[in-house]
């Protein structure tokens, strides 16, 4: 059972930036592919970015690219979301999840395919 906590959420005003945690417990994380997804009420569950188990290799939501970066630290059990450039629109619960050959294998932006997710955290943009 693995689980998983995310931190670092908060108000920024817009062009400002956070950097999202998420940190692993009960599994063995490096084994792992890694995903953050958010939600804003009413809306379904979007997903936001992936990394691979190795971190070789990257995925990024259209809505994102280029202002978000995803990255991991196997020794601290731990991914990151970078965020730059931030928007309204990208308010949010993010939330970060774990899953195995699964996401790679059937789509890094299903939400199926992960098997242990956190709580979330609240990003807040202000215009």
């Known amino acids: 059972q693995v689980q998983l906590v995310e931190s670092g959420g908060g108000l920024v005003q817009a062009g400002g930036s956070l950097r999202l945690s998420c940190a692993a417990s009960g599994g063995t994380f490096s084994g792992y592919t890694m995903g953050w997804f958010r939600q804003t009420p009413g809306k379904e569950r979007e997903f936001v970015a992936a990394?691979?188990?190795?971190?070789?290799?990257?995925y990024y939501a259209d809505s994102v690219e280029g202002r978000f970066t995803i990255s991991r630290d196997n020794a601290k059990n731990t991914v990151f979301l970078q965020m730059n450039s931030l928007k309204p629109e990208d308010t949010a619960v993010y939330s970060c999840a774990a899953g195995g050959v699964s996401p790679v294998a059937y789509g890094v932006g299903r939400e199926e395919m992960y098997d242990y997710w956190g709580q979330g955290t609240q990003v807040t943009v202000s215009s």
């Open positions: 990394i691979t188990s190795s971190g070789g290799r990257t």
